[in-house]
């Protein structure tokens, strides 16, 4: 269930054909969650300007990790480091220049299937 949009100024012929996939074990690991329920949707060539660089001279970017449980404070802050290194090293985009953001999502608020995910939660550790 968790969603990562990543939001970038980069254009989409600058990201690696298996990103989501390498991103996806990445995410898979940091927030214990199967592979399998992760969502990755990558938005490229935004309009993002940011007061470090305010002509867009680097590329820069955002993302948003939307979850049902992200851990705990020290976990979060991992999640953090290690998605900002991963997105360095796969798009070059400097941690000066890229921001993340974690929502723990309540399971009551989001549905699937036509159900809220609360009432279909067979294994909260996993979170489906």
Not at 78 to 101: N, P
């Amino acid at each position: 269930m968790p969603f990562l949009h990543l939001y970038t100024t980069l254009p989409a012929h600058r990201v690696p054909q298996d990103f989501s996939q390498k991103t996806g074990v990445l995410l898979s690991q940091l927030l214990g969650k199967p592979a399998e329920i992760i969502n990755i949707h990558v938005i490229t060539e935004q309009n993002i300007y940011q007061g470090t660089d305010p002509d867009r001279l680097k590329p820069n970017g955002y993302a948003v990790i939307r979850s049902v449980g992200t851990g705990s404070p020290d976990d979060i802050k991992r999640t953090i480091a290690e998605l900002t290194a991963h997105v360095k090293q796969t798009l070059g985009i400097d941690e000066k220049q890229f921001f993340v953001f974690i929502i723990d999502v309540d399971p009551n608020l989001v549905g699937k299937h036509g159900k809220v995910l609360a009432d279909l939660l067979i294994c909260p550790s996993k979170g489906y």
